[in-house]
């Protein structure tokens, strides 16, 4: 039995990687996309916003959908749902029909996150939750990352060919996880009503419930959450377009980038990220690691050089891999037992916002000038250093 239950983890794990993979194959072509249809800059991150924003709309339904049909299903149902969006995605010639591509994924992506969760909290044992959560978040990163590489070299070969790929592994996997994940006793959906299950997968209920336990030492650790957020989306969607706009670099340097960004990221989870957690003062680590985005990020503004640019990039990236597990744990730690759902809902719901504003503030701006969106990275991630200065002050007044 043990055997069974650890093999159907490792293939689950493994569907999971495959997934990764596959959802990050168009990425480093939409830059490409844009140009070649002729559309205004700020597409790129008005693309990503859209699908962040029906993301942040349908993954509390999903969530709350997940209680009462299997994960297996609704694993099958969003891998397809978000297959068929990137060929909508592929075949799009316009802004309007792009933004409704990128609408309809986010319908099916924010499902798929959240049925990862909801399987291995449900299904592991208590004695290796921890350990498969840490996995999941591992695969989702690294995962991504050599995805973007993929992706990269598929894109010189032809930029359908990369949505192409993409669907069809999308698809396939989806059958994968209904064949892997074990079957669940299913309540069935007639057991709630429409109005009960709308009614509680309400995405702005994470906010309507932070009353409960709202402190100022909370408001400003979510605070760092909107802004790291912020700065990483606007940072990041900002570098992709930057390499093809302005650098005049191919699908693929932009994939071995982002590979040898997962490759550092994971390595610095491993080793800093854990060192930091265990040893210490992570309040005091948490500054340390804003600002020293903040100036990595200020580099790429006002040093030259291409060399320099990349590398400083790579440094704002691998700080903001170390930064979320440390602030995911300074949230958790600070909460009460019987308000950590609450809490980690509200944490999750901040960090969508700020991926949103990143995303469509980086868009716009970029269109004014191509440094604006690395100079605006600066400012939020110094904003955030301000901030997460000010719970160092507000939590020690507190233990005081």
């Known amino acids: 039995m043990s055997m069974r239950y650890k093999t159907r983890f490792i293939a689950f794990f493994a569907a999971m990687v495959i997934f990764n993979l596959a959802a990050n194959f168009a990425h480093p072509v939409t830059p490409t996309v844009i140009q070649n249809l002729h559309l205004h800059d700020y597409m ?34 969003c891998c397809w749902g978000y297959g068929i969006a990137q060929i909508w995605f592929a075949f799009s010639v316009t802004e309007f029909q792009i933004i409704l591509a990128r609408m309809f994924a986010g319908l099916f992506t924010g499902g798929v996150f959240v049925s990862f969760l909801t399987y291995v909290v449900g299904k592991s044992r208590p004695e290796d939750q921890g350990k498969y959560l840490t996995v999941t978040a591992t695969i989702q990163s690294v995962a991504s990352a050599f995805g973007y590489m993929v992706g990269g070299f598929l894109g010189e070969i032809s930029v359908t060919l990369a949505f192409m790929v993409q669907a069809a592994t999308l698809l396939a996997v989806g059958v994968l996880f209904f064949f892997i994940c074990r079957p669940e006793a299913e309540k069935g959906t007639r057991s709630v009503s429409a ?14 419930d932070s009353r409960k336990f709202m402190s100022i030492s909370f408001a400003l650790l979510f605070a760092v959450n909107v802004l790291i957020n912020f700065g990483n989306t606007a940072f990041d969607q900002a570098f992709n377009y930057y390499l ?16 040898a960004v997962g490759f550092i990221s994971f390595i610095s989870n491993i080793t800093l990220c854990i060192w930091i957690i ?31 640019f990349i590398s400083l990039s790579v440094l704002v990236y691998a700080g903001y891999s170390v ?25 999750n719901a901040t960090k969508s916002l700020g991926s949103i504003a ?42 005081l």
Not at 51 to 74: C, D, E, H
Not at 195 to 208: G, S, T, V
Not at 330 to 347: C, I, P, R, Y
Request: with cysteine; net charge positive; aromatic share 12%.
């Open 44 to 77: 790129f991150g008005v693309a990503l916003a859209a699908m962040q924003f029906t993301n942040f709309l349908v993954s509390p339904f999903w969530g709350k959908l997940n209680s009462y049909i299997s994960a297996r299903i609704s694993l099958l149902v």
């Open 195 to 208: 109005r009960q299950l709308a009614r509680e997968a309400n995405p702005f209920q994470a906010f309507i």
């Open 244 to 259: 093809k706009d302005v650098l005049g670099l191919t699908s693929s340097y932009n994939g071995i980038i982002k590979a």
């Open 278 to 308: 265990n040893k210490t003062d992570t309040r005091r680590s948490m500054v340390s690691l804003t600002a020293g985005c903040a100036a990595a990020a200020l580099g790429t503004v006002v040093l030259p050089g291409v060399g320099l």
């Open 323 to 347: 930064s979320v597990p440390v602030l995911q744990n300074m949230v958790a730690n600070q909460a009460d037992t019987e308000q950590k759902n609450l809490v980690m809902g509200f944490f």
């Open 358 to 399: 990143g995303s469509m503030t980086a868009g716009f701006i970029y269109s004014l000038h191509v440094k604006l969106p690395f100079a605006c990275t600066f400012v939020i991630y110094g904003l955030g250093a301000a901030a997460a200065l000010g719970y160092l002050g507000c939590r020690k007044k507190y233990d």
